[in-house]
């Protein structure tokens, strides 16, 4: 399994060329500070300088790569003949998809550390920034809530792109999922007024996720219709029916 997940770490590198995804994780909040004196405050660095958004395409699009050129590329093949079974190319997958994640996530704080000194040497990271409580706890939590959302997606995008066989039709899943946040929980609200019990329904449960704890707890019951809790266990649940049928069609797929 070692030699697998340095074989995973150098094909990131050199074909997704992972560095440079890095790096501009580092880059993206020190220029968003620095070109707009508006995000220089608490609320754009607890928002990483506003870099969640491309830690959240970033992840989705080598999400989908992982795999998709595998198959693409061929490499498959030769791991396939080594006696590395499908299982553990796809935990692999899996284990590298997790890591870039939180790398990605240490870049984008590296570069929200460094524009802060830049730009805002003055703001006080003890200074209440959220419901979550002050900047240090709201950005934890930030990036706890981005995570769970990017391993919800990262679900969905490795189960269509074995589907589909094309990471296009993931990646552009992905963005919708990020960018329409607002217009899934308008369709979300329509589902749950037609019948209370599609409350399960997953664009519930992914902006649930989504708002854990940043809001009150009967502030979010209100809204997604359950407690955390419950939205939690229910979570867990879809993602690993989701990744569960991702294996599945991982290891019918013909190489």
Same mark, same amino acid.
Do not use: C
């Given at each position: 399994?070692?030699?697998?997940?340095?074989?995973?770490?150098?094909?990131?590198?050199?074909?997704?060329?992972?560095?440079?995804?890095?790096?501009?994780? +580092?880059?993206?909040?020190?220029? +968003?500070m620095?070109?707009?004196k508006?995000?220089?405050?608490?609320?754009?660095?607890?928002?990483?300088?506003?870099?969640?958004?491309?830690?959240?395409?970033?992840?989705?699009?080598?999400?989908?790569?992982? *795999?998709?050129?595998?198959?693409?590329?061929?490499?498959?093949?030769?791991?396939?003949?080594?006696?590395?079974?499908r299982?553990?190319?796809?935990?692999?997958?899996?284990?590298?998809?997790?890591?870039?994640?939180?790398?990605?996530?240490?870049?984008?704080?590296?570069?929200?550390?460094?524009?802060?000194?830049?730009?805002?040497?003055?703001?006080?990271?003890?200074?209440r920034?959220?419901?979550?409580?002050?900047?240090w706890?709201?950005?934890?939590?930030?990036i706890?809530?981005?995570?769970?959302?990017?391993?919800?997606?990262?679900?969905?995008?490795?189960?269509?792109?074995?589907?589909?066989?094309?990471?296009?039709?993931?990646?552009?899943?992905?963005?919708?999922?990020?960018?329409?946040?607002?217009?899934?929980s308008?369709?979300?609200?329509?589902?749950?007024?037609?019948?209370? *019990?599609?409350?399960?329904?997953?664009?519930?449960?992914?902006?649930?996720m989504?708002?854990?704890?940043q809001?009150?707890?009967?502030?979010?019951?209100?809204?997604?219709?359950m407690?955390?809790?419950?939205?939690?266990?229910?979570?867990?649940?879809? *993602?690993?029916?989701?990744?569960g049928?991702?294996?599945l069609?991982?290891?019918?797929?013909?190489?």
């Open positions: 399994m070692l030699t697998l997940m340095k074989q995973e770490y150098y094909k990131a590198l050199k074909q997704n060329k992972l560095y440079i995804w890095l790096g501009l994780g +580092v880059l993206v909040p020190i220029l +968003v620095g070109v707009f508006s995000q220089r405050g608490v609320g754009s660095v607890s928002d990483l300088g506003h870099a969640t958004f491309y830690v959240y395409l970033a992840g989705i699009i080598i999400t989908a790569l992982s *795999v998709s050129q595998e198959f693409g590329f061929g490499t498959i093949r030769p791991l396939l003949s080594r006696r590395f079974s299982g553990m190319i796809f935990t692999s997958k899996l284990l590298l998809n997790l890591s870039v994640y939180i790398a990605l996530f240490i870049a984008a704080l590296v570069g929200t550390l460094i524009g802060q000194l830049i730009f805002a040497p003055n703001l006080d990271f003890s200074t920034a959220s419901y979550a409580g002050n900047v706890q709201t950005i934890g939590i930030t706890l809530g981005t995570m769970f959302q990017m391993i919800f997606v990262a679900a969905l995008v490795l189960l269509i792109t074995n589907l589909v066989k094309s990471s296009g039709a993931a990646i552009g899943l992905g963005v919708v999922m990020i960018v329409g946040t607002p217009i899934l308008s369709i979300s609200m329509m589902l749950i007024e037609l019948a209370p *019990v599609l409350k399960w329904n997953p664009f519930n449960i992914f902006i649930g989504a708002m854990y704890g809001v009150a707890p009967s502030s979010f019951k209100d809204i997604v219709h407690s955390q809790g419950t939205v939690i266990i229910a979570y867990l649940v879809y *993602v690993i029916v989701m990744y049928i991702a294996y069609i991982f290891k019918k797929r013909s190489v």
